[in-house]
């Protein structure tokens, strides 16, 4: 039987025949039970760290109808190209667009981003949306603001871009954006941002609707 | 008649339920912890803000490396099992049911489908040497990518298992890519994605844990 051994294992008897020392045949386990639940501990922490998140992303369908396009404001869109070396080139609406860069740390992205909530909640007022609650009643809510976000990632970029990209959608309450390839007019309008943009919007549509 | 002296010393402890539970919980613990697949690609995710963790439920895995190769991994035996004998019977690729065991339990893959049968009759421990170039993809004609008809037959061999009571959810497609791939080849991976009518998938990051 185990326990926590201490005794000597039976001293010498005053005045008695000497005898061969018995050996105890207690083990002392408490080191092995500590080594268990060291164990434990180790393969509980790392079997539910090692889950990965997951990051929904849903794609606009391909095949849209020219009836269901609906139109968006040109002054509340924003359009993002993610470009090398972890640079975004941005844009506002496509007249007279003019071209900035910026990069994803929270003061660049971010800061565009927010900015350009503030700028449309100035021009359109503080625009609310009702959505369901886990109850199923409908709330009222007013953060974020109807901006809609254009992430164009460039053939330079890479994957970690997109992502860093998404988050800041979600970071910042961006309620519309969507992914989209980027034109041949943009990647010239990167190269020569003195040229501006000529980007003619209903040839996109046409385009995309076939 | 001599007084009765209570025993000093130390109380005996019966350690030995303890070291039961202790080594039960280990023994759990370490099965469950070896059932994480080997990876065939070490894939460095981004990391993200977000904190939805992966569904239990079946997940078909789409993996893209650095270089850009793809990889796909599905979960479920009988699904796998359904997918190859479609796949074998519908390209003629030939294989007898010990190899189409061996696809059902062999995890993550990435060889062009003539090459698949060479990946299966390849014992187990040389198969982390072989030579993985990645399923081949076509985004300008959707009838030639092998990436596209996995993934279509696929899905189609879980909903005919969900049908037969084998499992009980579809299939949730994850994109998991490199941070430093290229974005055209995750491009080309979400194209065909769209081409098949799956517009809803997820990314998977890992947890956002200081600056790089």
Redo the contacts between chains.
């Keep these: 039987?185990?326990?926590?051994a201490?005794?000597s294992g039976g001293g010498k008897k005053k005045g008695g025949k000497v005898r061969s020392k018995k050996m105890s045949t207690r083990i002392d386990?408490?080191p092995?039970?500590d080594l268990?639940?060291l164990?434990?501990t180790f393969?509980?922490l790392?079997?539910t760290l090692?889950?990965?998140?997951?990051?929904?992303?849903?794609?606009?369908?391909?095949d849209i109808k020219k009836e269901d396009v609906e139109p968006v404001k040109e002054s509340k869109v924003l359009t993002l190209l993610?470009g090398a070396n972890d640079k975004v080139y941005w844009y506002e609406g496509i007249t007279d667009a003019k071209l900035d860069s910026t990069d994803y740390s929270a003061e660049g992205l971010r800061d565009v981003i927010l900015k350009k909530m503030d700028k449309v909640k100035d021009q359109f007022g503080q625009e609310t949306y009702k959505r369901k609650n886990k109850e199923g009643v409908e709330e009222e809510h007013t953060d974020g603001s109807y901006i809609n976000v254009i992430i164009k990632?460039?053939?330079?970029?890479?994957?970690?871009?997109?992502?860093?990209a998404?988050?800041e959608m979600?970071?910042c309450k961006v309620r519309y954006y969507v992914?989209l390839?980027v034109s041949p007019l943009e990647e010239e309008f990167v190269k020569n941002p003195a040229g501006g943009l000529k980007f003619n919007a209903d040839a996109q549509v046409e385009a995309a609707t076939k | 008649m001599p007084k009765h002296k209570p025993k000093r010393g130390t109380p005996l402890i019966d350690m030995t339920a303890m070291t039961d539970v202790a080594f039960l919980l280990l023994t759990f613990f370490m099965l469950t912890a070896k059932m994480k697949p080997t990876e065939t690609v070490v894939i460095d995710t981004p990391s993200s803000i977000s904190e939805t963790k992966l569904p239990d439920a079946g997940t078909l895995t789409v993996s893209v490396d650095p270089e850009g190769k793809i990889f796909l991994d599905m979960a479920g035996q009988h699904t796998r099992m359904s997918l190859i004998n479609d796949i074998n019977s519908r390209f003629q690729l030939g294989m007898n049911d010990q190899e189409k065991l061996i696809f059902s339990n062999l995890g993550m893959f990435g060889v062009p489908r003539a090459r698949l049968k060479q990946l299966i009759n390849t014992p187990p421990a040389e198969r982390g040497h072989f030579p993985m170039d990645g399923i081949p993809v076509d985004t300008s004609d959707i009838n030639k990518s092998e990436l596209a008809d996995w993934i279509h037959n696929a899905r189609i061999a879980q909903f005919r298992m969900k049908q037969e009571g084998k499992v009980t959810d579809e299939y949730v497609i994850v994109v998991k890519a490199d941070k430093n791939t290229p974005y055209p080849a995750v491009q080309r991976v979400i194209n065909t994605l769209t081409d098949i009518n799956v517009n809803k998938f997820n990314l998977i990051t890992s947890m956002e844990g200081g600056k790089e």
């Design positions: 039987m185990a326990e926590i201490q005794d386990f408490t092995m039970v268990g639940f164990l434990i393969f509980m790392t079997t090692a889950k990965p998140n997951i990051l929904a992303l849903v794609m606009p369908e391909k993610l990632p460039m053939k330079t970029a890479r994957y970690k871009n997109l992502v860093d998404l988050d979600a970071i992914i390839d």
